[in-house]
């Protein structure tokens, strides 16, 4: 029999539904993912440390779980909200229920919820810390809601980076060797790198210049990963001591990284860019891919001019970034920027071998749109452009 569960958010609005995994109470901060798949992906993104993910995705849990989809080791998210857990899963690839998965690695969950209600508090009121669990009364989850901390300031990367560095072998004959920087890597990331051809040496967040360069790398790739990038200041001098030597190819929390160590600030949008269907203009062809995000921080590359952005009137245009911005390693482009608000979604710099984006090229989940973003950064390392 399911047991009564509470979830309440920081500013004191109470939900209830039913515990739908494992015992106990969490805190972390709510945001709401738009994927209509991709689930236990989710579940096992470092990127969603700290965090407690609504699906607004009505059914979840439908096709089970299987270890083919893990991102990770085990799940990272601090809560997972629902509206319904599928009764029971079918598919050929499942090893188990995402419920018994959920309660495995000890996921405090809560379905029955009015997702929609959340979802659109979090929208308009943003982002915020929440209580949940079970066996506990709404006047303690008050509590521990109000005294949650916030994101801003919490270096969440160097609690899921790897402790030690490891190599990964290339599929087939070795091109060389690509330093991937865990801020919170994903397993998908390793294998577009490996697929390529590359050996990947995967580094701890608070690595030096001079130990990646001691690998002899024919690229360095910064990942994807959790919290503020404002506290993760040894990444960001290593990336300014890596600049101009070897070609960068930053992603998510990378990218956010890059922008730090070109003297850009980073700002917290409202309830930032979570799910697989976000809409991205590239500035090169004017095409748009649709592409998988999750991250709650943002580049401001008007920071490194001395202009302010002009106010948003009507649909998203390109007038609402820079066209380019000066910095220490010369000039910086966009690339790509986000359909639903206008923030900077990819950049570039133009005389030194470096670009990132804002959001996961790996599409674990996601649509594949940007998977040839790969195929780019081949041809910086190779110097074909």
């Avoid at 509590?143 to 270096?155: F, I, K, S, T, Y």
């Avoid at 990378?254 to 930032?272: D, I, N, W």
């Avoid at 002009?310 to 970034?321: H, N, S």
């Amino acid at each position: 029999m399911s047991r009564p569960a509470i979830l309440v958010t920081a500013d004191g609005e109470v939900f209830r539904g039913v515990s739908a995994g494992a015992d106990g109470v969490t805190t972390g901060e709510a945001i709401f993912n738009t994927a209509m798949t991709g689930y236990q992906e989710i579940l096992t993104d470092p990127s969603y440390a700290g965090q407690v993910v609504v699906m607004t995705s009505s059914h979840i849990g439908n096709y089970g779980v299987t270890d083919l989809d893990a991102q990770s080791s085990r799940p990272s998210v601090s809560g997972f909200v629902m509206r319904a857990m599928a009764r029971r899963h079918s598919n050929w690839r499942a090893q188990g229920s995402l419920e018994d998965y959920l309660r495995h690695h000890g996921v405090v969950s809560v379905a029955e919820i009015d997702t929609r209600r959340l979802t659109r508090h979090l929208r308009d009121n943003g982002a915020m810390p929440v209580a949940m669990g079970s066996d506990v009364d709404e006047a303690e989850l008050r509590q521990m809601a109000a005294e949650a901390p916030r994101m801003e300031g919490l270096d969440l990367a160097t609690r899921v980076t790897t402790p030690h560095p490891y190599r990964v072998e290339a599929e087939g004959i070795s091109r060389g060797t690509v330093v991937a920087v865990d801020l919170g890597l994903k397993r998908d990331i390793l294998d577009n790198l490996t697929a390529r051809g590359y050996d990947v040496e995967v580094v701890p967040a608070g690595t030096s210049a001079e130990q990646i360069l001691a690998h002899d790398p024919r690229g360095v790739f910064v990942s994807n990963g959790p919290g503020d990038p404002e506290p993760l200041v040894a990444a960001t001098e290593a990336l300014r001591g890596v600049l101009g030597r070897v070609p960068v190819f930053g992603i998510c929390l990378g990218h956010q990284v890059l922008g730090l160590a070109l003297g850009a600030r980073t700002y917290k949008p409202p309830f930032g860019h979570h799910g697989g269907n976000h809409p991205v203009r590239r500035f090169a062809d004017g095409l748009v891919e649709i592409t998988a995000q999750n991250h709650g921080f943002a580049v401001d590359l008007w920071s490194l001019t001395d202009s302010q952005p002009p106010p948003r009137e009507g649909l998203v245009d390109a007038a609402l970034l820079p066209q380019i911005a000066d910095t220490p390693f010369g000039p910086v482009r966009p690339t790509h920027q986000n359909l639903n608000d206008g923030t900077l979604e990819g950049m570039e710099l133009v005389e030194v071998p470096a670009f990132s984006v804002q959001y996961h090229p790996e599409s674990a989940p996601g649509p594949s749109d940007a998977r040839p973003l790969f195929d780019r950064f081949t041809r910086l390392i190779e110097g074909e452009g």
